[in-house]
């Protein structure tokens, strides 16, 4: 049997491949946490809209209806009828 004395040069090699690919696969697991951070982050983003959405759409409704616009301006706004008299309650 033959022993070497001489660097093993075979090994080095296999250790620096090994740890390319280790870094290689550390940096890929880092970036996907990173993605699935941002992509949770912007489904809650969504959700937010999609709801504040919703409730616009329901106002918006609500204001094609006549009455509804009625009530807004005599209550909201303190408007009234020709010749009608406004009466609001004491605090």
């Known amino acids: ?3 070497h004395k001489g660097f093993n040069w075979f090994a ?6 090994l740890a390319y690919f280790g870094t290689v696969l550390t940096s890929q697991q ?3 946490s990173h993605v699935a951070e941002n ?6 983003k969504l959700e ?3 709801a504040e959405n919703a409730a616009l759409r329901q106002q918006y409704a609500e204001l ?3 009455d509804n616009i009625e009530k807004i301006a005599r209550e909201d706004l303190g ?3 020709k010749d009608e ?4 309650m004491a605090r």
Do not use: E
Request: hydrophobic letters at 50%; a positive charge.
């Open 30 to 32: 880092l970036h996907l």
């Open 64 to 66: 094609q209806n006549l």
């Open 39 to 44: 992509q949770r982050i912007a489904d809650k």
């Open 85 to 88: 008299i406004p009466y609001q």
């Open 1 to 3: 049997m033959k022993k």
């Open 48 to 50: 937010t809209a999609q």
């Open 12 to 17: 080095l090699m296999m250790f620096v491949v």
């Open 79 to 81: 408007l009234a009828k």
